[in-house]
């Protein structure tokens, strides 16, 4: 195993991780496969903008020392 390269950790290469993997590419899969209603979208892109606030909601006042 190569110790300098992340992806050879043998956490990341275990049967549990693997299995994990599968089980959320088979949900994701699903998923993707059936649409998202209007109002389904309508709240995802409002979470999506509440996230951003929250995670910018410092930016205007930083560096202002």
């Keep these: ?3 300098k390269d992340p992806y050879m950790d043998a ?3 275990s049967d ?6 599968n089980d959320y590419q088979v949900e ?3 998923a993707f496969s059936t649409p998202l209603s209007a109002g ?3 709240k995802m892109e409002s979470n999506g903008k ?3 606030k929250d ?3 410092g930016m205007k006042e930083y560096g202002k020392d």
């Design 16 to 21: 549990e991780f693997n299995i994990g993997m």
């Design 50 to 52: 509440n996230l951003l």
């Design 11 to 13: 956490d990341l290469n």
């Design 1 to 3: 195993m190569d110790e």
């Design 28 to 30: 994701e899969k699903k």
């Design 40 to 42: 389904e979208m309508t």
């Design 55 to 57: 995670i910018t909601s």
